[in-house]
């Protein structure tokens, strides 16, 4: 996969922010500094979610993974998933990404997992995940199975789309 990082500085002026949508066609992984705080376009109004990238977003259309180094203070990856670091939820999901595991999270009443992401096949909810709530996820046209651990005692019967196949792992 091609792989693009993110440098500290250019110019001599720190890189504390990435858009992924700007990123090369060819892109399959970015992988962002200790620096970066922000993804999106920080002079773009995001109140209509169309620039701010966050709440489960997709990002980039052919990106499969977004991998964050050691010592950020502010986000996280998980298997190639961002999370903000104050925040159980998905950040941002990659966009061709087909095969989502999701760190383990309470994905109560409003809790949504996952949601409009058009290239996800398969969902991995991690052990430890401990309810799936209403909603979890949605328009997510090719998403065929989802996996959850046994160990999850609470997952609403209106969790994931209809036709969608659980997994109990």
Sequence with gaps: RDTARVPDAVLGYY????NPSAIAPAVRVVV???RVD???DRGTDTS???EGLE???FAGKNLEAILVEEGNKTLESYEGVLYYKDSDFPGIVPAAMKVVRLKAAPFGKDGQALYYHDAVEELWFAEGTVSIGSYAVEGCPRLTVV?????CADIAPDAFPSGVTVDRY
């Design 15 to 18: 890189v504390t922010s990435c």
């Design 32 to 34: 962002l500094t200790s």
């Design 55 to 57: 709440g489960g977003s």
């Design 147 to 151: 996996h959850a651990p046994a160990s």
């Design 48 to 50: 209509n979610g169309s």
């Design 38 to 40: 922000w993804l999106g």
